[in-house]
């Protein structure tokens, strides 16, 4: 069966540098959701989409924005990024239509070094 | 701070044995919970799952525990194999927060041969 996608699997960056990471939901599916998790820490919510509008938003910084696009794919933009921006990057989707839209699927991440 | 507690943060128990993983929330919103396995360098995986109108919920070796009251709930796993060792993380979710997960703080459980 297909998982979400995410690209690219590892990415270095200088510090201040952008930063891209994009995520490709199950097919079907129609909310996003990005969580940052550190080393040995649980995963902490960023943002999620539900058809290509922000549905909810977390302790993403303002220097990092997300969007959602047609074929319900999403991309993380990170500036000016910062040596604490090194983390493992997950995508999840689920389809929102009760009780199905409970149920998230992560992919495999996508791992920021930043130096 | 830290909506769900997790506890405790390391286990280790002998294969064949019962690993026991404890949960507490405070959001009393929260009305879907869930636990992830999660393998080095994976994205968490979806193990077993309840809702609040169940007390328990089994699903081959994994049983999760709820206790509405006392806003609590617990994995078991019976006869603990050395390919459950991982990390696994309880979380929560609410309708209300657009289904969001908010996560534990996890625990690493190994299990010796």
């Known amino acids: 069966a297909a998982g979400v996608i995410q690209s690219p699997r590892h990415l270095i960056k200088e510090k201040r540098e952008t930063a891209t990471l994009k995520c490709y939901p199950i097919?079907?599916?129609?909310?996003v959701y990005w969580y940052q998790q550190g080393p040995g820490q649980d995963p902490q919510f960023l943002i999620s989409?539900?058809?290509?509008?922000?549905?909810d938003k977390g302790s993403i910084p303002d220097r990092f924005s997300a969007q959602q696009f047609s074929d319900y794919h999403s991309e993380l933009n990170m500036s000016s990024l910062e040596l604490g921006d090194s983390a493992l990057y997950f995508c999840?989707?689920?389809?929102?239509?009760?009780?199905?839209?409970?149920?998230?699927?992560f992919g495999s991440g996508t791992q920021l070094s930043v130096l | 701070q830290q909506q769900v507690k997790q506890s405790p943060q390391s286990l280790i128990v002998q294969k064949g044995g019962i690993s026991i993983i404890n949960c507490a929330y405070e959001?009393?919103?929260?009305?879907?919970f869930p636990w992830y396995q999660q393998f080095p360098g994976k994205g968490p995986a979806l193990l077993i799952a309840?809702?609040?109108?169940?007390s328990e919920k089994k699903e081959g070796r994994f049983t999760i525990s709820f206790n509405k009251s006392a806003k609590q709930f617990s994995l078991h796993i019976m006869d603990s194999q050395p390919g459950d060792s991982a990390t696994y993380f309880c979380?929560?979710?609410?309708?209300?927060?657009?289904?969001?997960?908010?996560f534990g703080q996890g625990t690493r459980l190994t299990i010796n041969p």
């Open positions: 999840a989707s689920s389809l929102a239509q009760a009780p199905t839209n409970e149920k998230l699927f």
């Open positions: 097919p079907r599916h129609d909310t």
């Open positions: 989409f539900y058809e290509k509008m922000q549905s």
């Open positions: 959001n009393t919103a929260f009305d879907y």
């Open positions: 309840i809702r609040p109108d169940v």
């Open positions: 979380a929560a979710s609410s309708a209300q927060g657009a289904q969001k997960l908010v």
